[in-house]
């Protein structure tokens, strides 16, 4: 693979990856400052994540209102392809504590540790840290970026671009609410990788000092 003049070669042993396959119909979300019909929030904990180790993957999607209250939730344990995965080991609850960045200027993960409760009777904890990497998902589209929202038709082969600075502290309070961040999980022994979408809205009954900033 050609990247910015050099050659990176990609294996198996070094490289992982997913694909969301989530696209589709979906309720329009507006965060754009200057949007006067800007989305309201609930108090809610949001995560979307996969977590991928050796011989395994865990993902989830859960959006919680209060504790152990769910308006969505999803997820299991998956296996390898070519290996048959056990219905059992479907996800039915979490219980996380999760540690913040309280300085700004947008909701930013440390870490955490989340104890994931499945179908069979089985829990597995596992633990993550946060590193710089963070994919702003406003950049396709999501929340809307000076009037461009997701799904917008702009006419027949349109394009356009920004460029940006994310060492600005304005830059990244525009254009880096809802993010994919680069997560490191550590499961027991095990070590794996994966990204995490999350969010706070306002009201929710912990983390209430992050809940000051922009949610997506």
Same mark, same amino acid.
């Given at each position: ?14 490289? $992982? ?30 995560? $979307? ?9 865990? &993902? ?39 540690? $913040? ?29 946060? &590193?710089?990497?963070?994919? &702003? ?10 009037? $461009? ?28 609410? *809802? ?33 000051? *900033?922009?949610?997506?």
């Amino acid at each position: 693979m050609q990247f910015g003049g050099k050659t990176i070669s990609l294996t198996e042993d070094a490289w $992982w990856g997913h694909r969301d396959r989530s696209w589709g119909t979906r309720r329009p979300l507006r965060t754009d400052a200057s949007d006067t019909k800007r989305t309201t929030f609930a108090p809610f904990l949001f995560s $979307w994540s996969v977590a991928q180790f050796p011989g395994f993957a865990l &993902h989830w999607r859960f959006v919680e209102r209060a504790a152990g209250k769910y308006s969505y939730f999803s997820g299991e344990r998956v296996l390898p392809f070519g290996e048959k995965n056990d219905p059992e080991w479907l996800l039915e609850k979490t219980e996380q504590d999760f540690r $913040w960045d309280a300085s700004g200027p947008v909701q930013t993960l440390k870490g955490g540790d989340i104890v994931l409760h499945f179908k069979n009777g089985e829990q597995r904890e596992v633990s993550f840290v946060t &590193h710089p990497a963070r994919w &702003h998902l406003k950049g396709g589209g999501y929340g809307g970026y000076r009037g $461009w929202y997701h799904g917008d038709h702009k006419g027949e082969y349109y394009s356009e671009h920004e460029v940006w600075d994310l060492r600005d502290p304005a830059v990244r309070a525009e254009a880096s609410t *809802l993010s994919d961040h680069l997560i490191e999980w550590r499961s027991g022994d095990e070590v794996g990788f994966g990204i995490m979408e999350y969010g706070v809205g306002p009201g929710y009954y912990k983390y209430q000092d992050i809940q000051h *900033l922009p949610t997506f």
